[in-house]
């Protein structure tokens, strides 16, 4: 599985920005997939993560209710919607996905097998 997360920009405090993540592979549309987020100098965080049907979804609090994830199955590409977006949300944005659980919900970092390059979303005040 090959993941090539876009998306990212520089946007103002209060605006919306949603960041993709296409996957490509045999087995990518049978996959968990997550994003987590790394802002400078600190540790890489989860943000956010839809089962591979796309039928359940979970959300860190800091994002919880102005983040939305899905996902569309025929393009093999999932999507962060990112709205209300502030200052604390500025970080390189990493896809992940997991074949091995691919009917969970997986909060850590550990638990995937894939990971995509990372694209910055930087929110200026």
């Known amino acids: 599985v090959q993941l090539q997360a876009c998306g990212g920009g520089l946007v103002q405090a209060g605006d919306s920005l949603r960041v993709s993540c296409a996957a490509s592979?045999?087995?990518?549309?049978?996959?968990?997939v997550g994003w987590f987020r790394q802002a400078p100098g600190k540790e890489r965080e989860f943000t956010a993560a839809?089962?591979?049907?796309?039928?359940?979804?979970y959300y860190a609090d800091s994002v919880k209710g102005r983040f939305t994830i899905s996902r569309d199955s025929a393009k093999n590409t999932v999507y962060l919607q990112m709205n209300s977006l502030k200052p604390e949300d500025t970080a390189v944005y990493y896809c992940?996905?997991?074949?091995?659980?691919?009917?969970?919900?997986?909060?850590?970092?550990?638990?995937?097998?894939?990971w995509g390059q990372g694209t910055l979303v930087t929110v200026s005040s």
């Open positions: 839809i089962s591979w049907r796309g039928g359940n979804t």
């Open positions: 592979g045999r087995t990518a549309s049978r996959s968990s």
């Open positions: 992940a996905a997991s074949i091995r659980f691919y009917d969970q919900i997986l909060t850590s970092s550990t638990s995937y097998d894939y």
